[in-house]
């Protein structure tokens, strides 16, 4: 079993900043990449940023400049700072983790269960 665990979420004004966090736990033999996606109403979940174990990132263009992922590998723990928050921004932010359970198991996928990010004054 393999849970992700967000938090950080929150109402923020305009211009302001959130720090995300995410810990995976359970049976984890190697986590190779980890990230965040974001849904907002009536849109599709998207690509926010990712980080792999080596610290390679890669961000959406909408963000960049403005958002920074960084990751404790010895935590399992993956982090997304988001700096001049707009109401754009708005939106369930779910942390995603690629990961093996043991050395001879499969490359999987798990999900965090989503924390809200609202911008509004």
């Known amino acids: 079993q393999v849970q992700l665990v967000e938090s950080g979420g929150g109402l923020v004004q305009p211009g302001g900043s959130l720090r995300l966090s995410c810990a995976a736990s359970?049976?984890?033999?190697?986590?190779?990449?980890m990230g965040w996606y974001r849904q907002a109403p009536g849109k599709q979940r998207e690509l926010v940023a990712a980080?792999?174990?080596?610290?390679?990132?890669n961000y959406s263009d909408s963000v960049k400049g403005r958002f920074t992922i960084s990751r404790d590998n010895a935590k399992n723990t993956v982090y997304l700072q988001m700096n001049s928050l707009n109401p754009e921004d708005t939106a369930v932010y779910y942390c995603?983790?690629?990961?093996?359970?043991?050395?001879?198991?499969?490359?999987?996928?798990?999900w965090g269960q989503g924390t809200q990010v609202t911008v509004s004054s």
């Open positions: 995603n983790a690629g990961l093996r359970r043991g050395v001879y198991s499969d490359y999987a996928t798990y």
């Open positions: 359970g049976s984890i033999f190697r986590i190779y990449v």
């Open positions: 980080i792999t174990s080596g610290g390679s990132t």
